[in-house]
C-alpha cells in the first residue's frame, strides 16, 4: 500500500522540480523588470512548442515623462493562428489611444505572419540584429497611408518576432530589437496536442 506521505512527498518534490526549472529559465533569460510579474502567465498563454523573447530593458525617450516601469502590461492571446502579443498601456482604458507598443510572437509556419515579414522585406530596411539574425523595419512616417507606428519583424528559432512602438521611438525599436534577438527565450508551458494515433 502507498503511502499518503510518500504521495505528498512526490508531488512536493515534483512542484520543487518545476520550480527549479522555471527558476534557471528565468535565470537565462532575463527580461526587463517591468516584464517580471507576468512571466508565467506569459509562458501560459504560448501555444504549445511556442518561443517567446523579450528585451532585456524597455527603452522609450521620445514620449514625454514615459517611464517604463509605470506601463500597465496586458496579454493580447489569439489562437488562430496562434499568436501572442505583450502590449504596453499608459492606461487601462480611456477615450484616448493609450497604447504604446508591443512585442508579438508568432510561428514561423503562420500564412499571415509570413505574408506579414515579406511586406517588412520588401518595404523596410535591413538590419542586422544578431549573428545570423536579420530584422526588418517599417517606419511608419514613409508608410502609405502614414502611420504613427513603426515596426521591427524578423524570422528566429521557428517563429516571427514583431516589435511595433510609436515611429518616434525608432532608435528604441532597433536596440530592443537586438536585445530580444540576443535572450534566450521563455518557453511554452503547455503540452503539444496528442497526435490522433496516440
Not at 535565470?27 to 523579450?54: C, H, K, N, T, W
Not at 528604441?172 to 503539444?192: E, F, H, K, Y
Request: hydrophobic share 40%; with cysteine; charged share 15%.
Amino acid at each position: 500500500m502507498v503511502s499518503r506521505a510518500w504521495i505528498v512527498g512526490l508531488l512536493g518534490s515534483g512542484c520543487l522540480l518545476g520550480q527549479e526549472l522555471l527558476n534557471q529559465e528565468l535565470a537565462a533569460a532575463r527580461p526587463a523588470a517591468v516584464f517580471g510579474p507576468y512571466i508565467y502567465q506569459i509562458r501560459q498563454e504560448l501555444p504549445p512548442s511556442y518561443e517567446m523573447r523579450l528585451p532585456a530593458e524597455v527603452i522609450l525617450t521620445a514620449g514625454p515623462g514615459l517611464d517604463p516601469e509605470e506601463l500597465i502590461i496586458k496579454l493580447l492571446p489569439s489562437p488562430n493562428p496562434g499568436r501572442l502579443t505583450v502590449g504596453l498601456f499608459t492606461c487601462e482604458r480611456s477615450p484616448f489611444p493609450c497604447l504604446v507598443g508591443g512585442f508579438s510572437v508568432e510561428a514561423n509556419r503562420s500564412i499571415s505572419a509570413q505574408r506579414e515579414l515579406q511586406r517588412h522585406q520588401t518595404q523596410g530596411n535591413p538590419i542586422t540584429l544578431a549573428q545570423g539574425v536579420r530584422g526588418y523595419l517599417r517606419e511608419g512616417p514613409s508608410l502609405k497611408p502614414v502611420s504613427e507606428f513603426s515596426s521591427l519583424m524578423w524570422e528566429q528559432g521557428g517563429m516571427i518576432y514583431t516589435i511595433s512602438f510609436l515611429a518616434a521611438e525608432r532608435e528604441n525599436i532597433l536596440t530592443m530589437g537586438r536585445s530580444m534577438a540576443n535572450q534566450p527565450p521563455l518557453r511554452s508551458v503547455q503540452l503539444p496536442n496528442p497526435s490522433p494515433n496516440e
